[in-house]
């Protein structure tokens, strides 16, 4: 779905998006962007500083949530700005050997919160939880229509 100025409005919601994180995804994006810090692959570490777990690495979350935008743009040279707060970490599981309930969902939804005629771009507020709670806080893009 590619969104045109035409068919966009406020209020538009963007189709959503899950996308099922596992500790194998965790050990690519380390190699990708040169980030072995080891609350991302290591559980006992993880726990000796304080976290219930090895976590995703907030880049990463952060790049996966503009996976709503970019799909329904069809085009991702159209997104201008793109910003997020990190509010709590994505906990990805090991459940020692099953393959059914190792890792994390992140659910992302977006919807149009503002459009700009003049300029030809519109504000997409975006959602991304784990476990039900909110992972990204003030997740915006800015994109041309």
Known sequence: ??????????GTELPPLTVHVDRETLVRYAGASG????????PAFAASVGLPG??????????????????????PSRLIDYGVR???????????G???HDGADIEITGKVG?????????????????????????????VRL
Do not use: C, Y
């Open 86 to 96: 990190f509010t709590r970490p994505v906990v990805v599981t090991d459940a020692a």
């Open 98 to 100: 099953s393959l059914d």
């Open 1 to 10: 779905m590619s969104a045109a100025a035409a068919e966009v409005s406020v």
């Open 54 to 75: 090895v976590i995703a690495h907030g880049m990463f979350t952060m790049a996966t949530a503009i996976r709503v935008v970019t799909d329904w743009l069809g085009d």
């Open 114 to 142: 503002a459009i700009d005629p003049a300029a030809g771009t519109a504000r997409v507020d975006l959602t991304a939880t784990f476990d039900g709670q909110t992972v990204l806080g003030k997740a915006r893009a800015t």
């Open 35 to 42: 980030d072995f810090n080891p609350i991302h692959w290591n």
